[in-house]
């Protein structure tokens, strides 16, 4: 359940600061003592941090004041550090989005280490003077002053995405490839074979990203943000949810929990059981299972501390010979039999032929307060439910939908087990965890092939900093011809 951490089911926004700039580099305003600076980081959601300096033992010697105060003024990205000059946009920037394509940005200029040369103070002036130049005009430096402009405007991620359009293409013939594999059940070690298929069918595939193991990662990748997008479906819609467990073994002798939600997702009148997560857990013992899921539930704030008051009011049953842990007097067993009874109250066929208006109030307060709905529309609809039943109005469907998302079986985990011991076949006993959970999960929820979109996950996947199929900075795939029969072969192409 540890892997339920990856899918962002939380509203509490992080913010990561481990790309300020330090107190060794500086970038000044004007004077040389007690300089103020409003430094923005690219990975901190543009927070400005003030920092104060009263030192100028940060400036290159070969400037005075003026020098430094035009310099700042007229080229702004320039920072200090060590008596050196960097370049805070090219700093700020993956370094992998830059060099592409014939341009490159030096190190010196990213970690802040460019420095004047010469034999005289005026030598050293013109040397630094012109660096600047040269670095200002760069092919990596525009295309990291273009990512930074768009950034401002809050569109950082499409700015990348439309910066690699050419890219696309290919990549998206390689994700669809790899989906295909997932879903089809098929080996990662297919990808290579699939790839040089389509390449001789006259389809570019690009140059990288045809390995078996960029296969295992690219089917990770698609899982993890498909599971990220109904997480956050289910956060900003506040939708109901049930979580459903349960344990088996695998072939290879690991005892895996699989986990499955009951929600609502896209539309809020769809209720689906579904395939979520599959984890690993140290041993099938009853009180480990359940000590696992609520630990690791409450790990993640609120929401699933919420969850986790809900499981302990359900799971009564710790040892595997159904011996309750609960006392019989317990307030949670009267609450989960109160319950039941409301349940059945909803149902048009337990209502007796003659009832007032306010027959089944009671139990559908009761329900608003446990789903946490509106109480007094609840009422209401519920009065109108009664003399239409043949409908459901606008003020009990939010109930009757929370009512809809409880669990009356655990058929889909059992679907799920099924699913998980086709992955993994006496073949391929050696897959992790996270590899089955991918695998699982695209092959039991996700959309068939025809209907799988890639553009969204190739662009999280390159602005994660991955690589696309054309890119050229790296090594290209070997191919292993096969010339076992080879003078039969060349017998048989005439």
């Known amino acids: 359940m540890s892997g339920l951490l990856k899918y962002a089911f939380t509203k509490t926004k992080v913010i990561n600061n481990d790309n300020n700039i330090n107190n060794s580099e500086i970038n000044p305003n004007i004077t040389k003592q007690n300089i103020v600076t409003n430094e923005t980081s690219l990975d901190d959601d543009h927070g400005t941090k003030e920092m104060q300096f009263e030192s100028d033992t940060e400036f290159p010697d070969c400037w005075d ?6 310099f700042t003024k007229e080229y702004p990205w320039i920072y200090f550090k060590k008596k050196n000059i960097g370049c805070t946009i090219c700093k700020g920037i993956k370094q992998n989005l830059l060099d592409h394509k014939g341009s490159h940005v030096s190190s010196e200029w990213i970690n802040g280490e ?9 030598k050293k002036k013109t040397n630094l003077r012109k660096k600047i130049a040269k670095h200002k005009s760069s092919i990596a430096h525009l295309n990291a002053q273009k990512i930074v402009t768009e950034s401002e405007k809050n569109v950082m991620d499409e700015h990348i995405f439309k910066f690699k359009a050419a ?7 390689i994700f669809r490839t790899a989906y295909s594999i997932a879903k089809y059940q098929r080996p ?3 990808l290579p074979k699939m790839t040089d298929l389509q390449i001789l069918n006259g389809l570019d595939m690009g140059r990288v990203l045809q390995s078996n193991v960029s296969c295992s990662n690219i089917i990770d990748h698609i899982a993890l ?8 479906d289910i956060i900003e819609n506040n939708r109901k949810i049930t979580i459903l467990v349960d344990e088996s073994t695998t072939l290879s002798k690991k005892s895996m929990l699989v986990i499955c939600l009951r929600c609502a997702v896209g539309e809020p009148d769809d209720i689906y059981t579904f395939l979520f997560d599959i984890v690993e ?8 299972i359940k000590e696992y899921i609520l630990k690791s539930l409450v790990k993640f704030g609120q929401f699933f501390t919420s969850l986790a008051n809900n499981l302990k009011q359900r799971l009564f049953t710790t040892q595997s010979t159904k011996v309750s842990s609960v006392e019989s007097n317990d307030p949670s067993r009267e609450i989960f039999n109160n319950l039941l009874a409301d349940l059945e109250m909803i149902s048009p066929n337990n209502w007796p032929d003659s009832c007032d208006i306010q027959y ?3 139990s559908i307060r009761r329900l608003s307060k446990i789903f946490k709905v509106d109480e007094q529309a609840s009422v209401r609809g519920f009065r109108e439910y009664k003399d239409f039943p043949s409908s459901l109005n606008d003020n009990i ?7 809809k998302t409880l669990a009356i079986s655990s058929a889909e985990c059992e679907r799920s087990f099924s699913s998980m011991n086709e992955v993994v076949s006496s073949k391929r006993s050696l897959l992790t965890s996270d590899h089955i959970s991918s695998l699982a999960f695209i092959n039991c929820t996700g959309p068939p092939v025809n209907n799988f979109k890639p553009l969204p996950y190739i662009k999280t996947w390159l602005v994660s900093g991955k690589r696309s199929a054309i890119e050229e900075n790296c090594p290209k795939r070997l191919k292993v011809n096969d010339k076992t029969y080879k003078s039969i072969w060349s017998c048989l192409e005439k």
Do not use: C, F, W
């Open 65 to 70: 004041l003026k020098q430094i105060s035009y």
């Open 397 to 403: 469907k939010p109930l009757m939908n929370a009512v």
């Open 360 to 362: 089944g109030d009671t």
């Open 167 to 173: 890219e696309h293409e290919s990549t998206a013939r």
């Open 188 to 190: 990662y070690t297919d």
């Open 225 to 232: 943000e498909m599971r990220k997008k109904i997480a956050l």
């Open 281 to 288: 857990i140290p041993n099938a013992s009853a009180i480990t």
């Open 114 to 122: 460019v420095y004047p040369s010469g034999s005289s103070l005026e």
